[in-house]
């Protein structure tokens, strides 16, 4: 495996932090800000993407959204391959896209391992130590978490490996899907009791709440719904801090909308003082509208990740959330006629259909060059990405008090997020629940994760979604994705394939 074993380099700003090089034991032993750097150095491997190692880039998008039923591929027909086979359910071991998720993924773990070994020997008092602490398991439990819902049992790093350990083969073998879920729960269970409210730190940072939020997520994928009630509640009832959802919805995912009343948790992007972005490489640009046909226009990005007819149809009359989560790209306008175009939020038009590669496009990873700060490189975009958000709350909350009987508490919940939407009331049954999820949280990197979960609540129901959309998917392989190849070359031969591939 792809893992990084020197100490954290390059710290970038989450944070405005100017590049801290390597940190020495007695550094760490002798400078109570030593280890301040080492936990920013985890945040900051957040920002992996582009084509290479990816957390929160591209290719995650395409493991989640162009995977599930929310998303085609977009662009041109023949660009990127190892795009269009994972929206297929085509994937192979060798597509680079899923050897760059898991390298990135490992890198972030790595950092984590290397910021949980040295944080205790920094001079900090103890109260400061156990929040970095809690800041660190929040991320690697968060890491882990993406890790067996896109692979299923991996191999379980959770400490530096000695220097007599690195060859070890053992380490290269995958522990059971239950034994990273253990990992993780024992990770969120303890940034939960060591972090603090919000508001009691850095905006940005881990807090209270964000670990009981994740962990009442992992909670809904291990069929645990007391937990994941009692841990939302104590959200949704004030213990944690103050949350409430965003009025505006559309607004939550532009620069005023960043770190809201809505936001648990999300990566933090921004320009320091030296205009060198902190952002998430190719995330923003690499989803939007893409130049094709006439052309003629100034386009936006490489048009991937475009939202499914499907997706489009899914939202009730009135449901201000369509509107806000996909860019519509206006026909082509009859001979004779001039099309007005699709004119986003800032101002900017973008041509009808004959100028534009595809149809449909997501507006919440669109950000703008003219009223939203950016430092003029497109690849670099620093737009927040949301990880979880007040509104999955109530929804996890409502699912999980479904599922213990208890429909008053779900009904609460399920009537906020859609009052928020400009919606009336609906039964809080599971099905009804399960359809706010997919509209609220639509093109969030979750719906493919969430098809899954829910059918192993519902079997029968993932198969024909995608044959709806004319995709083969095969129960007992398409689950999760095919361990890389290279991963199984290096280890040689120590990690075994997931069925069917």
């Known amino acids: ?243 409430a959802l965003y009025p505006t919805y559309a607004d939550i995912w532009r620069t005023v909308g960043a770190n809201s009343s809505e936001s648990i948790f999300e990566v933090q992007a921004g320009i320091n003082s030296a205009c060198n972005n902190s952002a998430v490489e190719l995330y923003s640009v690499s989803q939007g509208p893409r130049s094709g046909g006439k052309g003629g226009w100034a386009d936006l990005g490489f048009g991937f990740n475009n939202p499914t007819q499907q997706l489009a149809d899914a939202y009730e009359p009135g449901d201000v959330r369509r509107a806000g989560s996909i860019i519509f790209i206006q026909p082509t306008a009859p001979a004779g006629q001039r099309s007005t175009g699709t004119v986003l939020w800032d101002g900017f038009r973008i041509p009808s259909k004959d100028s534009v590669e595809n149809f449909r496009y997501s507006y919440k990873a669109y950000h703008s060059r003219t009223k939203e700060p950016n430092c003029g490189n497109s690849d670099f975009l620093p737009k927040n990405i949301r990880v979880l958000r007040y509104a999955e709350i109530l929804l996890i909350n409502a699912e999980a008090a479904v599922q213990i009987g208890n429909t008053a508490a779900a009904t609460t919940g399920l009537t906020a997020v859609r009052a928020r939407a400009g919606l009336g009331p609906k039964a809080a049954t599971l099905a009804n629940i399960w359809q706010e999820r997919r509209v609220e949280l639509a093109l969030e990197h979750d719906r493919f994760f969430d098809l899954v979960r829910q059918e192993s609540v519902q079997p029968g129901r993932i198969v024909p979604l995608f044959a709806a959309q004319g995709k083969t998917f095969v129960k007992g392989k398409n689950e999760i994705f095919p361990i890389p190849q290279p991963q199984i070359d290096l280890s040689g031969g120590q990690l075994t394939q997931n069925p069917g591939y």
């Open 1 to 243: 495996m792809a893992l990084s074993l020197a100490l954290v380099s390059g710290c970038k700003d989450f944070l405005d932090v100017a590049p801290q090089g390597q940190l020495s034991e007695d550094a760490i032993r002798t400078d109570p800000g030593a280890a301040q750097k080492l936990v920013d150095g985890v945040y900051n491997a957040m920002y992996l993407g582009g084509f290479g190692p990816d957390i929160h880039g591209l290719q995650f998008v395409i493991l989640t959204d162009i995977a599930s039923d929310d998303a085609d591929k977009g662009s041109t027909p023949s660009d990127y391959n190892d795009a269009l086979t994972i929206d297929n359910f085509t994937v192979t071991s060798s597509n680079g896209t899923i050897n760059n998720a898991w390298n990135g993924y490992y890198q972030g773990i790595s950092r984590a391992n290397q910021a949980l070994d040295k944080i205790p020997l920094s001079p900090a008092a103890d109260v400061v130590k156990n929040r970095l602490l809690g800041e660190v398991r929040f991320l690697r439990g968060y890491f882990y978490f993406n890790l067996v819902r896109l692979f299923g049992g991996v191999p379980k790093l959770d400490k530096v490996p000695a220097t007599s350990e690195i060859n070890n083969p053992d380490l290269q073998k995958r522990a059971t899907a239950a034994d990273i879920y253990a990992l993780i729960i024992s990770d969120l269970e303890f940034a939960a009791a060591n972090l603090p409210l919000k508001g009691a730190t850095e905006t940005g940072r881990a807090t209270k709440a964000a670990a009981q939020g994740m962990l009442a997520k992992v909670y809904l994928y291990q069929k645990n719904y007391q937990k994941a009630y009692d841990l939302t509640n104590e959200i949704i009832t004030g213990k944690s801090g103050a949350y």
